[in-house]
């Protein structure tokens, strides 16, 4: 299955083929990664300090699939009961059964990957998983493919409640196409959450046709200002960044390489929400959080700028509003307002870009 022609991503030269960036990817991936510790830099595999509903659902999945982990963030957003997701670049699954807990029976969970020797170990244990969860029927199905041409998978349009994606997308060649296959295939209020690595600069050419530093989710990182604008493209306003934090490469020869440029871990979450704007603008609402969620009993995160505590009373901007009225959230929260009158400008301004100013360490393995 070949993506759509003649859109490779930024850091890739006009000569050179998708198809060559590809072959390299499932190179690294399929036969010289074999598990976490096969990896040269810790850029693609994260050491966060997961909540402990997580730890016990992590403790659940086969061992064989928890090795095969190649992740940078923890891409699992909450309120998931009952819903469709979709995880592009699901490799070894590990995610896709995290989620399958939590979507719960009645939910939905497809992987999308191209890589044959990591979906080989995620279908291999399909059923295992469901034993273990005490499902009648497996819940979790995956679906040999491009993250560039979901089409070409049978993707239906306007289906999914979420996506996620797990330090992927740099990997790809050409990132306008997943995002815009993304937007393609969400339901409208859809949501994708999603961790990836970002530069503070765009990277050289050189560097971008390194196989290791590429394989090592480096110098296909984009620019974060690059990500912005290619997001907006593909329908995705108003960006909202969750979580961000150094990348730390630990491998002086890779380090030289790539000298002064610095990388990032990156969750943020986008919506299908076509009235969002491009800036918050007041327009008087507010919002209740219910505590509703069981695994966020207490408080509520929306993004780095946005945290609910339950029962309190707190205004938010239009976009926030839609955000939280239009998708799965809905019934967490109790709503006040509309959109009749215009205030101006909202004094609290999310942030959209990859916080640079953060001086916390995040180890990484992707």
């Not at 050491?47 to 982990?69: M, Q, S, T």
């Not at 273990?132 to 491009?146: A, E, L």
């Not at 993707?155 to 296959?181: F, G, R, T």
Request: proline share 4%.
């Amino acid at each position: 299955m070949q993506g759509p022609k003649n859109s490779c991503c930024a850091g890739v030269s006009k000569d050179e083929s998708c198809q060559e960036i590809t072959q390299s990817v499932q190179e690294y991936y399929g036969k010289t990664l074999q598990n976490t510790s096969d990896l040269k830099t810790n850029a693609c595999c994260t050491g966060d300090a997961y909540p402990d509903y997580i730890k016990k659902i992590i403790g659940n999945i086969h061992d064989e699939v928890v090795a095969r982990y190649y992740g940078c963030g923890l891409t699992i957003p909450t309120c998931l009961k009952n819903a469709k997701v979709l995880d592009l670049g699901s490799g070894a699954g590990r995610d896709c059964y995290i989620l399958s807990q939590l979507v719960g029976q009645s939910g939905e969970v497809v992987g999308i990957d191209m890589t044959p020797e990591q979906m080989a170990v995620a279908r291999k244990h399909v059923d295992y998983h469901a034993k273990q969860f005490g499902y009648t029927n497996p819940n979790t199905k995956f679906i040999d493919g491009k993250i560039e041409d979901l089409e070409a998978c049978n993707i239906a349009s306007d289906y999914y409640d979420v996506i996620v994606s797990n330090c992927v997308i740099n990997l790809s060649p050409d990132k306008q196409a997943v995002l815009k296959e993304a937007y393609r295939v969400l339901r409208p209020g859809g949501e994708m959450y999603f961790s990836d690595v970002y530069a503070d600069r765009r990277i050289p050419l050189s560097l971008s046709k390194d196989p290791v530093l590429y394989g090592e989710c480096l110098s296909g990182a984009l620019y974060h200002n690059d990500f912005l604008n290619l997001a907006s493209k593909a329908g995705f306003n108003e960006p909202r960044l969750v979580e961000s934090s150094p990348i730390t490469i630990n491998n002086q020869e890779l380090q030289d390489k790539i000298g002064a440029i610095k990388f990032y871990s990156v969750t943020y979450r986008l919506f299908k929400i076509k009235e969002l704007e491009t800036r918050c603008e007041d327009f008087g609402q507010a919002v209740r959080y219910l505590g509703s969620d069981p695994h966020s009993p207490s408080t509520f995160i929306l993004d780095e700028q946005h945290v609910f505590e339950t029962g309190k009373v707190t205004n938010v901007c239009g976009n926030t509003f839609r955000m939280l009225s239009q998708g799965r959230f809905k019934s967490h929260f109790k709503f006040s307002g509309d959109f009749s009158h215009h205030y101006g400008s909202f004094k609290n301004v999310s942030k959209t870009d990859s916080s640079q100013n953060n001086t916390s360490t995040k180890k990484s393995c992707c």
